[in-house]
């Protein structure tokens, strides 16, 4: 995609102001710094924090490695149990009612759980993250395996396709798009779970520190902390976005 | 034994829709035979019996001498809209029914290759279906069809949602494909003109319940050209035959035109 370059000018503009606006206005006590903090002030708290000695990398590394596995793990079992859903509908029927239940529950309310079980550690986060992928998966899943065309399953049949072969040359390949717009939605989920149980409770990671910092009034690090999830999501959805669009180049 | 033996067939669906009524057709062996008739008329039914894909209750029906059978490598069905599998490209779809039934590989990319050429899809062998307009799209089905070995092919509209222009097109194509091999064909259509140009006999069937009102036999001489027949008054003899043939079977079956 281009971008217009007098468009990212406008952008460049708006955003010096924005900040320059806000620098001013804190420096000039027109804003409590205590609320707000200040634009250099964030700038030097990350500084500090990424130098060497500082402690942000390690809380990022936590709050990263804890979204990445309650991803992996949250997606494998989901796309495995939906894909199972496809070779035995019964199973489906029988489990509806209790996925309806647990989908239903808003799993951050689980954390307090979760923090007794698995300790204040990453295994508490991990759980947290993995309990909301799982099911925006299962769901795009199961979704997936139901939208595939009525007429390639009847032209695969009448060529004398297996159960196994439709399976794999048309259920599959026709579900993957579903599925990989809920991965998309699934790393994110996992993000939102990791941070939430993160600022609930736990030893490390962003959202930890997040709590932390705004427990002692530290504003600069609080909204350097924001921006840093920001750009963390960002960067997590246009990775899923690049990828989804080079295995889905058909579409 | 015809290539297709249909006898007293009757088709329910539920207690009370009878869809097809007491339906006897015999097919030769090569022969081309459409079966035209007002929508809802069963023709689709009938089909999807000749498959095996709708189990059959009442009457008797023979494929060379067997039961239908879903599966049934005697049998090539093409379906009204060309079901490529989006994620292949045209020649990986061309080589979709070889390859579920076990075709070695070169074999089946050859002999999709040399179809792609005669259907008019040489170049465009990488392309996914969507870069395809409807009738390359339906080309691209066609090749598929013919590239099986079945003796027996069943075509259930595979033109109905063309253009003018390109449906004669498409049926031209299907002639030359056919006139080199001499396949049996069943065909499905409502378009009368469709079924006269391409066919050595057409059936008439009335609204439901679909019942058999004509067996015509069309003596235009072959090889066709469907293009050329647009302006032949033969053929505009056989069409006017055909068209008060289906008139009167659906006066007959209670003066409903379509459902």
Redesign the interface.
């Known amino acids: 995609m281009k971008r217009d370059p007098s468009t990212v000018l406008v952008h460049v503009v708006f955003v010096a102001a924005f900040f320059g606006l806000w620098e001013f206005a804190s420096s000039n006590e027109w804003l409590n710094r205590t609320f707000f903090g200040s634009p250099s002030g964030i700038v030097r708290y990350l500084i500090k924090g990424f130098a060497p000695g500082g402690k942000l990398w390690l809380e990022l590394g936590y709050t990263v490695a804890g979204t990445v596995i309650s991803f992996v793990l949250g997606a494998v079992m989901a796309i495995a149990l939906g894909l199972s859903f496809a070779v035995f509908p019964r199973l489906e029927r029988a489990m509806d009612p209790y996925l309806t239940v647990l989908n239903a529950m808003p799993r951050l309310a689980l954390a307090p759980l979760f923090l007794l079980w698995f300790g204040l550690g990453i295994g508490s986060k991990i759980a947290v993250g993995t309990s909301l992928s799982f099911f925006i998966v299962l769901a795009n899943t199961v979704a997936g395996i139901r939208g595939v065309s009525g007429d390639l399953i009847t032209l695969s049949r009448s060529l004398g396709a297996t159960p196994m072969q439709i399976f794999f040359k048309v259920t599959l390949p026709s579900a993957v798009p579903v599925i990989a717009s809920g991965l998309r939605l699934g790393l994110i989920f996992s993000m939102l779970g990791v941070i939430g149980a993160e600022i609930i409770a736990a030893e490390h990671g962003l959202g930890q520190t997040l709590s932390y910092l705004q427990s002692t009034f530290d504003m600069d690090g609080v909204m350097a902390l924001l921006f840093l999830l920001a750009l963390l999501g960002m960067v997590v959805t246009t990775g899923m976005t690049r990828l989804e669009r080079a295995l889905l180049r058909w579409q | 034994m015809g290539a297709i033996d249909i006898f007293r067939l009757s088709v329910r669906f539920g207690p009370t829709v009878l869809a097809v009524d007491d339906f006897t057709l015999n097919i030769e062996k090569g022969e081309f035979v459409s079966i035209v008739g007002p929508s809802g008329c069963g023709k689709t039914t009938v089909l999807n019996l000749l ?1 095996g ?1 709708v189990p059959l209750e009442q009457g008797d029906i023979s494929i060379l001498g067997k039961v239908p059978v ?4 005697d ?1 090539a ?1 093409m ?1 009204a ?1 060309d ?1 490529l ?4 490209t045209t020649i990986e779809n061309a080589c ?2 070889t ?3 076990g075709v070695a590989r070169s074999e089946r990319v050859a002999r999709a290759r040399a179809l792609l050429a005669k259907v008019g899809l040489d170049g465009f062998e990488d392309a ?1 279906p ?1 870069a395809l307009s409807h009738g390359m799209r339906q080309r691209c089905a066609l090749a598929r069809t013919f590239s ?1 070995d079945s003796p027996i092919m069943l075509m259930d509209e595979p033109f109905g949602a063309l253009d003018a222009q390109t449906k004669l097109q498409l049926e031209d194509l299907l002639l030359s494909l056919w006139q080199a091999e001499k396949r049996t064909v069943v065909f499905i259509t409502h378009d009368i003109a469709e079924a006269v140009a391409l066919s050595d006999r057409v059936i008439v069937m009335s609204a439901r319940p679909g019942r058999i009102v004509a067996d015509v036999r069309i003596a235009l001489p072959r090889p066709r050209s469907v293009r050329a027949l647009q302006k032949d008054h033969d053929f505009h003899e056989c069409y006017s035959q055909v068209w008060s043939e289906l008139e009167r079977g659906i006066a007959a079956s209670g003066g409903e035109p379509a459902r």
């Open positions: 498959t894909l879903v599966g049934n490598p049998i069905y379906l809209r079901s599998l989006p994620w292949r979709y029914g390859e579920v039934r996914y969507k099986l």
